[in-house]
């Protein structure tokens, strides 16, 4: 803002810049670092790397519902080995994923819980309400698998 | 502008047995009313066991929606019919996780499909085709 002798509003200046790229390059690198895996009929699974923000927790909610949608997904497995502090906030962010894919009709597993969350998340009051959680990705598949009423022989 | 309600009304089919309420117009106050009625009467009439509301041309929810369908929920399971909705978009459901509404323990499928696989799996829920094979 411009000011005259007077001190009163002489005119304005703006700038604008068109971060239209940014935006979408900022879109791209989300959905890339967000991957959605299809292990099987019915079946998806998604690695969580590094700390999840409320920002990250939007993108992966709604990566995930759109692809329950269109893939038909009766159970996810959420694996979250790579997230090095599940605080409440975060899992704040997990229930309300775990409670949108009820929703939809599909289960949730929440996969790759250690021994350092597990305890931070007991000390904490945290729980996960009427998810599953593992600590092996083995384990959740094969929780998947159970669900869906599959089985698996040696041949 | 001549307001007919009648001419909002929810066409619902039976299936098996089951009623499919396809919530397909835009429920205002005194249409949800006359749905809820609408569904009871079905499910006297006919004797229903199952009924399943499927939200999946429903683009928008509100609380008042949401608190309406759990209510009439509650009013088709006195009467002594299992329910499933069906067919939430990814949109809406994130809506009502956001809006922190909780829908207890009513069942969800994805769609229509997986809400017979459910209700197969209930045995209070008896199927039309049953009966022919006796």
């Given at each position: 803002m411009y000011l005259d002798n007077n001190g009163e509003v002489d005119g304005v200046f703006a700038a604008a810049r068109d971060i239209t790229d940014l935006r979408q390059a900022e879109k791209a690198l989300s959905e890339a670092i967000t991957p959605v895996m299809k292990v099987w009929d019915g079946i998806l699974m998604m690695p969580l790397v590094g700390t999840v923000d409320s920002r990250r927790a939007q993108v992966v909610m709604e990566t995930m519902l759109t692809n329950i949608m269109k893939n038909r997904i009766?159970?996810?497995?959420?694996?979250?080995?790579?997230?090095?502090?599940?605080?409440?906030?975060?899992?704040?962010y997990l229930m309300k994923v775990i409670k949108a894919t009820r929703l939809m009709g599909c289960k949730s597993i929440i996969s790759g819980i250690s021994p350092a969350v597990a305890q931070t998340m007991v000390n904490l009051g945290l729980e996960l309400g009427d998810a599953t959680s593992t600590?092996?990705?083995?384990?959740?598949l094969e929780l998947a698998f159970d669900l869906l009423n599959l089985e698996m022989i040696t041949k | 502008?001549?307001?007919?309600?009648?001419?909002?009304?929810?066409?619902?089919?039976?299936?098996?047995?089951?009623?499919?309420?396809?919530?397909?117009v835009e429920l205002y106050d005194a249409t949800?009313?006359?749905?809820?009625?609408?569904?009871?009467?079905?499910?006297?009439?006919?004797?229903?066991?199952?009924?399943?509301?499927?939200?999946?041309?429903?683009?928008?929810?509100?609380?008042?929606?949401?608190?309406?369908i759990k209510e009439i929920i509650s009013m088709v399971a006195l009467m002594g019919a299992e329910t499933i909705l069906t067919g939430f978009k990814p949109e809406v459901a994130a809506s009502l996780v956001d809006l922190?509404?909780?829908?207890?323990?009513?069942?969800?499928?994805?769609d229509q499909d997986d809400a017979f696989l459910k209700l197969d799996s209930m045995p209070q829920v008896l199927m039309e085709t049953e009966d022919k094979d006796s």
């Open positions: 009766k159970v996810a497995i959420l694996d979250v080995m790579g997230v090095p502090i599940v605080d409440s906030a975060v899992a704040g600590t092996s990705l083995a384990d959740a | 502008m001549e307001e007919n309600f009648d001419s909002t009304r929810v066409t619902m089919t039976m299936v098996r047995g089951c009623l499919v309420v396809p919530i397909q949800m009313l006359k749905l809820q009625d609408d569904i009871l009467e079905e499910v006297k009439e006919k004797m229903v066991k199952g009924v399943i509301i499927d939200l999946s041309a429903v683009n928008i929810i509100d609380l008042f929606l949401a608190q309406k922190d509404f909780d829908f207890e323990d009513i069942q969800m499928a994805i």
